[in-house]
């Protein structure tokens, strides 16, 4: 198994270019399925997730291709509705072909998702949708069926406004018969994102990033091409690694209203960061204040950013609260923080960190995606030899982050 060796202490200088969106590209790349043709979806980062959803296309008979940052998508010869069980397995954001399958063929199998293992994110979201939408569902085997004639328009309500939820209804929706009314929708920059290319394709999206989203159904969509978003939690991950290190960092292709909750609370801490609008400025701090962090769906702070956060707070100058609202068991990281030296206690969904002067360098374990960001930014500020194991956790969403970092200027490598 490989390890992530970071050798803290080390300050950062230079500019990094944040890579397109993994939460968006993961739905640009199943919405590619809907029309019959080729569409392109430019700054695709490559990322181990990215590979494993062209592996369930290619599986579905979509041809997929990649070559310098542009993803090349051939849906004309979709004909399988059944997604291979592995590569479902290796990554939740698979089930997103369901929607597409349903609108193009009318029949979808898909095994249960996997994923980090950071709580329970049920798909009965997903499915209540496509049941509106006059699909017939059925869960056996560990595999979950839906089958349709028509897909009809609907007036569908979310519980909880669930991004992959409101991703696989609005895909199908483009395809169904009539209109569909989204109400209590996930309002995230990703949602603005997937419509953008629906419309582009010929859809009738309207209310993207609000919290109604109507679309109108047409006969058929056409390929586009389509530049997915930057990443706003790569960006944040990257400025709060200047922030721990003392650093002065730029970052450019950002949208930095995407990244208002992050530069708030960072703000609040005592980071200074200039709003150069096309790249974003960091400038050391002599010391941190702690903050109280919630998370909550978008606009607010996001849970993807919670476990880096708190790798922050560990050096802040008092007594910060962390409260995780979305996932009921996403502090698993606490521990390997606390093998570092940070005084964390987890009392139900809230964390009370107690700051603490110095961090120093041990072995730990990237329990997930972003926890293995928080080692990193952990690492980079510790006194000492950081390494991190469970790495693969990283790759699925960091594109190339060693050669970015060692970049500009930190000592971390892969043996």
């Not at 940070?342 to 110095?358: D, E, F, L, R």
């Not at 991190?388 to 060693?402: F, K, L």
Request: proline share 5%; hydrophobic share 45%.
């Amino acid at each position: 198994m490989k390890h992530i060796i970071v050798e803290g202490g080390h300050k950062l200088a230079g500019t990094i270019h944040v890579s397109g969106a993994k939460n968006a590209v993961l739905p640009l790349i199943a919405a590619a399925m809907l029309p019959a043709g080729v569409s392109y979806i430019e700054e695709t980062p490559w990322l181990t997730d990215v590979e494993n959803m062209c592996e369930v296309l290619d599986y579905l008979g979509v041809s997929t291709e990649y070559k310098d940052g542009t993803l090349r998508i051939d849906a004309t010869e979709l004909a399988d509705s059944n997604a291979p069980f592995e590569a479902v397995q290796k990554m939740r954001a698979s089930f997103l072909v369901m929607g597409p399958l349903l609108a193009r063929l009318g029949r979808a199998r898909i095994p249960l998702p996997g994923g980090c293992a950071i709580g329970a994110r049920p798909i009965d979201l997903h499915l209540k949708g496509f049941e509106a939408m006059g699909a017939g569902i059925t869960i056996s085997d560990n595999y979950i069926e839906a089958r349709v004639n028509t897909l009809h328009g609907a007036r569908i309500y979310l519980d909880f406004p669930s991004v992959g939820a409101t991703e696989n209804i609005m895909m199908a929706a483009a395809l169904a018969e009539g209109n569909t009314v989204i109400e209590n929708a996930a309002k995230e920059p990703e949602i603005v994102d997937l419509a953008n290319l629906l419309n582009a394709m010929g859809g009738k999206v309207r209310g993207a990033g609000t919290d109604v989203v109507r679309i109108s159904g047409v006969p058929e969509l056409h390929p586009a091409v389509h530049t997915v978003i930057p990443d706003r939690i790569e960006a944040g991950s990257f400025m709060l690694m200047a922030a721990v290190t003392g650093s002065e960092l730029f970052l450019e292709n950002v949208i930095t209203s995407h990244l208002q909750p992050i530069m708030a609370k960072m703000q609040d801490a005592g980071v200074r960061i200039i709003d150069e609008i096309d790249r974003l400025h960091i400038l050391p701090a002599d010391r941190f204040d702690p903050v109280e962090i919630k998370t909550m769906p978008y606009p607010g702070f996001p849970t993807d950013m919670q476990a880096q956060f708190m790798a922050f707070l560990t050096l802040a100058n008092g007594t910060s609260t962390v409260t995780e609202t979305v996932f009921e068991n996403r502090f698993m990281h606490v521990p390997e923080l606390c093998r570092m030296g940070a005084q964390i206690s987890v009392h139900g969904n809230t964390a009370i960190v107690n700051g603490v002067p110095k961090l120093k360098g041990t072995c730990v374990e990237a329990t997930d995606l972003r926890a293995g960001a928080a080692m990193i930014v952990a690492g980079l500020a510790a006194e000492g030899r950081t390494v991190i194991g469970q790495v693969d956790h990283i790759y699925r969403g960091y594109e190339d982050i060693i050669g970015k970092l060692r970049a500009v200027g930190a000592h971390i490598y892969e043996e």
